[in-house]
C-alpha cells in the first residue's frame, strides 16, 4: 500500500499537462492498487477485497471494449471506490481492535 500511495502521489505531481508521464503514472497507480487488493484478500481471506479486484477489473474491460462513453474518469472511479470500502473497513477493524 506505501507504493500505492505514492504513486497516487505522482498523479497529482504529473497532473493531465504532463502528458504521457500522467498516463504512465496512472496506470502504475491502478496496477499497484490492483495488486494490493488481490495480496489483501489472498493474505486476509478477504471476500470484500476480492470482489474489489472483480469490479476493478470488470471496469477498466468494459472501458476498453467502448461498452459506454462516459469517459475514463468512470473506471478509475468504480476502481477507487471499490477498493477504498475494503481499506476502510480494514482500517476500522484495526481501531476498533485496539480498544
Do not use: C
Not at 505514492?6 to 502504475?28: K, N, P, R
Not at 484478500?41 to 471476500?47: P, R, V
Not at 476493478?56 to 472511479?77: C, F, H, K, N
Request: glycine share 6%.
Amino acid at each position: 500500500m506505501v507504493f500505492v500511495g505514492l504513486s497516487l502521489q505522482f498523479i497529482a505531481m504529473f497532473d493531465e499537462v504532463y502528458g504521457s508521464l500522467h498516463t504512465i503514472v496512472s496506470v502504475l497507480f491502478f496496477v499497484l492498487l490492483t495488486f494490493s487488493s488481490i495480496s489483501f484478500a489472498l493474505e486476509k481471506k478477504s471476500l470484500l477485497a476480492g470482489l474489489a479486484v472483480i469490479i476493478s477489473i470488470l471496469s477498466w474491460i468494459l472501458y476498453g471494449l467502448d461498452l459506454y462513453s462516459s469517459g475514463i474518469a468512470v473506471p478509475e472511479t468504480v476502481s477507487s471506490v471499490a477498493t477504498s470500502l475494503w481499506v476502510v473497513k480494514s482500517s476500522f477493524r484495526l481501531w476498533t481492535s485496539n480498544d
